[in-house]
C-alpha cells in the first residue's frame, strides 16, 4: 500500500501550478455547495442598484450635470471589488481556527500555490458578480459612452483591485485567526468602502474627510472607471483624482507588493 | 537529470532505518512560557508511541516540532531519518497528522475532501479520487462519503480526520488527542483504527490525556510534564514500579495495631492506619506481590477479624498521580 500511494517528489514550478489549481477547486466545490452564498454575492448588486440608485439617487444631484445612476455604477462596480477582502479574510481564519492551516502547512505544498488558488478563485466568482451588476446598471439606465477598449481597462482595472483586497483579506485572515474575530473586523472595511466618491461627490465633505476620501485606493478606482466609461463624475483637485488610473495601479501595485509576500509569508511561520 | 541528482534523490527517498522519530533536548519558549524544556524522545519504527501528560505539559508542543509546524528553539529532532529542521519538505513527505480538530472542509463532501488532500499530495485527479474511494470503503464511510462534512456527526467528522492524514500511507503518523471529546463508541472506532494501522507497521505517536488510552494502544509510554519526559516506558513496566494497594477494613479499632504488624510484614512495606474508617493500608514496594489467600491466613493467625480485604493492582491513574506529583514536588524543591 506505502508504496502505491507514495507521494510523488513534485517541486518547482510544477508543484506551484497543481497545488493552486486545487487550491481553486476546493473554493469552486464550496461555492456550489452552498448556493447561497452564490445567490447572496449575486444578489447584493441588484439590491445595491436599486437601493442606491433608486432611493437615494431620487434626492441627488451631480454637481456639473449628469444622471446620478450613471455616478453610481462605477462606484458600484469599485464596492464589489472592494468587497474582495471578506471571503478570503473570513475563509482564512476559519482554517486557522479549525487546524485546517496546520495540516496544510505539515504537507509537501507550495504555500504561495495554496493562497493564490484561493484568490483566484475568487476573481472567478467576482468575473460572474461584476457581469450581472454591469447587466443590471444597463437595464437601469448606466452606458457605456466611451470606446469598448476603455470599458475592457475599466473592468480589467476592477478585477486587479479585486485581486488585491482577496490578498488583503487573506493577510488579515492569517493575522486575526478566529472567524468570530474576521467577521467582527469586517465591519472596520465599512469605512474604508463608504468614505470615498462612489456614492456622492468629495465635494461636499468636511476639509479633512475629503482628503482621507480623495486618496482612499477605492477612491481612485471609481473616478478612473467613471473616466474610462465616459460616466459624469465631479473629481475636485487632489492628485489622484486628477491622474486616477495611475494612482488605482499605484495603489494596487503597493498593496499586493506589501500583501502577497506577508500573507505566504504569515501563513508558512504561523504559530512557530 | 544527470546520474549525480538521480542517486541523491534515490537516497533521499530511501526509507531510512534505525528509530522512526528522535527528539533529543528539545526545548522551545513562547514568550515567557517554556512549553519544552529538553525533551528526549526515541519511537522505534513500527511501535505505538504514548505521549502521557496534563494539559500544557507540551505534549502538542512535542507533536507541532515533529510536524515542522514549530521550529525548535534547541535541540534536535529527526522524523523518518530527516532532520525537521534541515530537511523539512522530506518530513512532510513521510508523516501524516490528525490534531485536535477536526480539520477538514466542512463546506465540501467527505469524498472531495479525500480527494482534494489527494491532489495536494500529487498523487494526480485520477489517483486521488479512486485512493478516496478506496479510503472511505475502508474505513466505513463509504455511504457518507456524497454527504457534505457539515451534516456529519463529531465520531464521522473526527473519522474522517483521521483517514485524510492516511492519504499516502504515511510511515509515520501524528496524532494529537485523537480521541477528546468524543463517545465511548467513536472512541473505540479511533482506537481500533490506530490498532488495525499500528499492525500494518505504520509508526503512530499519539498523545492523550486518558490514560486508558494509552494503556489499550502504545508499546511505549512517555509521560511528560513541564515540558519534559519523566518517565518512559511499556504500560506494565510503569505499572510495576508502583506496586498494588492492600487495604483491610475491621470490625474492632482495638485491633488496627495488630493488622497494622501482619500488612507491614507480608509486604515490606509501612502501613498506614486510618482510625475514623477503620482501615489499614499499604502500598507494596515495587516488585512486591501480596496475595489474597495469605493475608487472609495471616489476620486469621494473629486473631484480627476483617470486614474487608482489597487488593487493588494499580492503574496507570496511579502511575501518572505518582509521577506528577513527584515532578512538581522535585520542582517546587528546586525553586525553593
Keep these: ?272 | 537529470m544527470s546520474d549525480a541528482t538521480r542517486t541523491t534523490r534515490t537516497t533521499r527517498t530511501a526509507r531510512p532505518t534505525g528509530p522512526a522519530i528522535e527528539m533529543a533536548g528539545v526545548e522551545k519558549r513562547f514568550g515567557a512560557t517554556e512549553a519544552l524544556r529538553g525533551l528526549d524522545l526515541t519511537v522505534p519504527a513500527g511501535t505505538v508511541c504514548g505521549l502521557l501528560g496534563p494539559n500544557g505539559a507540551g505534549k502538542t508542543t512535542a507533536v507541532r516540532v515533529l510536524a515542522t509546524l514549530v521550529a525548535p528553539d534547541r535541540g534536535t529532532a529527526r522524523v523518518a531519518g530527516y532532520d525537521v529542521a534541515r530537511e523539512a519538505e522530506a518530513v512532510r513527505r513521510a508523516i501524516g497528522l490528525a490534531g485536535q480538530h477536526a480539520a477538514v472542509d466542512e463546506g465540501i463532501t467527505g469524498r472531495d475532501n479525500l480527494h482534494l488532500f489527494g491532489r495536494l499530495h500529487h498523487l494526480g485527479g485520477r489517483r486521488a479520487r479512486a485512493r478516496a474511494d478506496e479510503l472511505l470503503e475502508r474505513f466505513g464511510l463509504a455511504e457518507a462519503g456524497g454527504r457534505l462534512v457539515r451534516t456529519y456527526s463529531g465520531g464521522m467528522r473526527r473519522r474522517l480526520d483521521l483517514i485524510a492524514s492516511l492519504v499516502t500511507s504515511p510511515p509515520v503518523l501524528f496524532l494529537d488527542e485523537p480521541t477528546t471529546g468524543l463517545d465511548p463508541r467513536s472512541r473505540q472506532e479511533i482506537w481500533d483504527t490506530v490498532k488495525e494501522l499500528a499492525n500494518d507497521g505504520t509508526t503512530v505517536l499519539l498523545t492523550t490525556q486518558y490514560l486508558e488510552e494509552a494503556d489499550r494502544l502504545a508499546d511505549d509510554i512517555v509521560v511528560v510534564d513541564h515540558g519534559a519526559a519523566i518517565a518512559t516506558g511499556p504500560p506494565a513496566r510503569l505499572k510495576a514500579a508502583i506496586g498494588s494497594e492492600v487495604s483491610v477494613t475491621l470490625a474492632d479499632v482495638g485491633q488496627l495495631g495488630a493488622a497494622a504488624v501482619v500488612l507491614s510484614a507480608l509486604s515490606g512495606g509501612d502501613a498506614q492506619v486510618d482510625v475514623a474508617e477503620r482501615l489499614v493500608t499499604v502500598v507494596t514496594p515495587p516488585g512486591v506481590e501480596v496475595l489474597l489467600p495469605a493475608l487472609v491466613r495471616e489476620l486469621d493467625a494473629a486473631g484480627v477479624v476483617a470486614q474487608d480485604v482489597a487488593v487493588r493492582a494499580p492503574s496507570l491513574d496511579d502511575v501518572f498521580l505518582a509521577l506528577t506529583r513527584e515532578s512538581t514536588a522535585t520542582t517546587l524543591r528546586r525553586v525553593a
Design chain 1, 1 to 272: 500500500m506505502a508504496a502505491v500511494y507514495a507521494a510523488p517528489n513534485l517541486a518547482g514550478p510544477s508543484r506551484l501550478v497543481s497545488d493552486t489549481v486545487t487550491s481553486m477547486l476546493r473554493i469552486l466545490l464550496n461555492y456550489r455547495h452552498s448556493p447561497g452564498l452564490l445567490a447572496a454575492s449575486l444578489g447584493v448588486p441588484v439590491v445595491m442598484v436599486v437601493v442606491f440608485g433608486y432611493v437615494f439617487g431620487s434626492a441627488m444631484q451631480v454637481p456639473g450635470g449628469g444622471d446620478y445612476r450613471e455616478f453610481l455604477m462605477p462606484g458600484l462596480f469599485a464596492m464589489v471589488a472592494t468587497n474582495g477582502i471578506m471571503p478570503t479574510m473570513v475563509g482564512a481564519a476559519r482554517d486557522v481556527g479549525r487546524g485546517v492551516t496546520d495540516r496544510l502547512r505539515s504537507m509537501p505544498v507550495s504555500r504561495t500555490g495554496l493562497l493564490l488558488g484561493q484568490t483566484l478563485a475568487d476573481l472567478l466568482v467576482s468575473v460572474v458578480v461584476l457581469a450581472l451588476l454591469a447587466l443590471v446598471g444597463l437595464a437601469a439606465g448606466w452606458r457605456v459612452r466611451e470606446g469598448l477598449a476603455d470599458a475592457a481597462g475599466a473592468f480589467g482595472l476592477l478585477l486587479l483591485f479585486r485581486f488585491v483586497m482577496t490578498w488583503v483579506g487573506t493577510c488579515l485572515g492569517l493575522a486575526v485567526g478566529k472567524e468570530e474575530a474576521a467577521g467582527q473586523l469586517s465591519v472596520a472595511v465599512f469605512p474604508l468602502a463608504m468614505v470615498t466618491n462612489a456614492y456622492v461627490p468629495t465635494g461636499g465633505m468636511p476639509g479633512w474627510l475629503r482628503v482621507v476620501a480623495d486618496w482612499n485606493p477605492v477612491s481612485s478606482v471609481v473616478e478612473a472607471c467613471r473616466g474610462l466609461f465616459g460616466n459624469p463624475s465631479a473629481p475636485g483637485d487632489a492628485w489622484p483624482m486628477q491622474h486616477a488610473v495611475l494612482a488605482s495601479l499605484l495603489w494596487s501595485a503597493v498593496l499586493l507588493a506589501l500583501c502577497m509576500p506577508l500573507a505566504v509569508r504569515k501563513f508558512a511561520t504561523h504559530g512557530r
